[in-house]
């Protein structure tokens, strides 16, 4: 494996977590996908029976990505020249030299994934935390009082760049002006930082339940976030949605971002919002997302090195504050003990 | 399931495209809990006001109102 720096972790994704890698339904049974994650090829494979596994996509032959080869129903055959790997990585069969000491060892790379809320998530150890770290799911997504819709979407740009901006409570009433939910509420406003035993809340101090007017940043094993945002009374009963909202790195320019509409409601009232959702409410909530891309995407490089924060940033500053100090302290645990000079 | 990226979908979670009864129920719906209220009952009076009545035609009942938005919405 080669040795990561401060600077690749922060730009690809923090190590030795969870992250949300694609949509459960991207993988059917029977079927494999070549997934970017972290900046890392990798491969997803469902047997017929839906266990899902996740494997580094380089054959540990001579390298030809695995994600070309036959899915074979309970393993993979590469196509270069037939190697077959079992879902956790094992080496099960040189079909061009059987007995080949490949077989029976362990080559291939495979992640531990879990199934949340009809999204893959997978841990990402570096060679020091290959056991998966405890996970906490979000309890919107566990509670059966509370119903979701998971909405999913590609965007161009850094990861980090859209977890800030759900750290960013104040751009709702601006960029999402126009919209069907983020109308109200004062443009002007004053917030606060209230840490909380798995992360921190970025807050107004003087507004709540009008647009989108806190969020909570929660570390759990995955980073998540929380918010509410305000329903119009054409979406029935229930009250506010909320969002619980992940991020996947793909590579330094690249994100997938996940995001769970939810509400707490039951019987008849969570099936009007349901049939509304789907039939009405879902292509506006789409709208409103793509403000959001539109914006990010046309961040220049250098955005956040050029920059004249005020008090509305205290929750970027923070995030911003904590993730590199996690890459710095990832990335110092990397380096390789100094080898003794060689002698002639 | 298409690997082009990005994957940009506004509909994630339909698995049909709303037939025009469905579009109709769904802006009465939402006219109905702006104007007259979000309990049952309001809503089986708006819908009736508005003759906005499920396939067969008769007018709504709690009970009948219940389960078609079961059945829409499950
Ligand atoms: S590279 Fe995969 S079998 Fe040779
Ligand atoms: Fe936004």
């Not at chain 1, 891309?293 to 904590?322: C, F, I, K, S, T």
Request: proline fraction near 7%.
């Amino acid at each position: 494996m080669t040795t990561l720096t401060a600077d690749h972790i922060y730009a690809t994704g923090l190590r030795n977590q969870w992250h949300p890698v694609v949509p459960s339904r991207f993988v059917a049974p029977g079927a494999m996908r070549k997934v970017t994650v972290l900046g890392e090829e990798w491969l997803l494979f469902r047997r017929s029976d839906s266990t899902l596994s996740m494997l580094a996509d380089r054959c540990p032959h001579r390298g030809a990505p695995l994600s070309l080869g036959k899915h074979l129903g309970d393993r993979v055959s590469c196509w270069y020249h037939g190697l077959e790997i079992e879902t956790d990585g094992t080496v099960s069969s040189v079909p061009g030299l059987p007995g080949c000491n490949l077989e029976g060892k362990k080559l291939v790379r495979s992640l531990p994934v879990r199934e949340v809320g009809g999204a893959v998530l997978a841990y990402f150890g570096d060679e020091e935390h290959p056991e998966p770290a405890p996970l906490t799911l979000p309890e919107p997504l566990t509670d059966p009082g509370t119903d979701s819709f998971l909405c999913y979407a590609e965007w161009n740009g850094p990861w980090r760049y859209a977890v800030e901006n759900l750290l960013d409570p104040m751009h709702g009433a601006f960029l999402h002006h126009e919209s069907h939910t983020m109308f109200d509420g004062d443009t002007t406003a004053k917030f606060r930082i209230r840490e909380t035993g798995r992360g921190y809340f970025f807050e107004k101090t003087d507004q709540r339940g009008v647009n989108f007017d806190w969020v909570e940043l929660c570390r759990t094993g995955v980073d998540w976030v929380d918010l509410s945002i305000p329903y119009p009374p054409s979406a029935g009963p229930g009250g506010p949605f909320g969002i619980v909202g992940m991020v996947c790195p793909v590579d330094e320019n690249r994100t997938g971002v996940f995001f769970w509409r939810y509400r707490k409601v039951e019987g008849w009232q969570r099936d009007s919002w349901r049939f509304l959702y789907r039939t009405l409410i879902e292509k506006r909530h789409w709208e409103v997302l793509e403000q959001d891309r539109v914006m990010l995407e046309a961040m220049p490089a250098d955005a956040d090195q050029r920059e004249n924060l005020y008090q509305h940033d205290l929750g970027v500053v923070r995030l911003r504050r904590m993730y590199r100090a996690e890459a710095e302290a990832q990335g110092a645990a990397q380096v390789p003990a100094q080898a003794p000079a060689p002698r002639h | 399931m298409t690997t082009d990226w990005p994957y940009l979908d506004v509909h994630q979670s339909r698995t049909h495209e709303p037939t025009p009864y469905e579009y109709r129920l769904a802006s009465a719906l939402e006219e109905v809990f702006t104007h007259e209220g979000h309990e049952l009952a309001d809503v089986v009076r708006g819908l009736n006001a508005r003759q906005v009545h499920s396939p067969d035609g008769a007018p709504w009942t709690e009970q009948s109102f219940r389960d078609e938005i079961n059945r829409l919405g499950a």
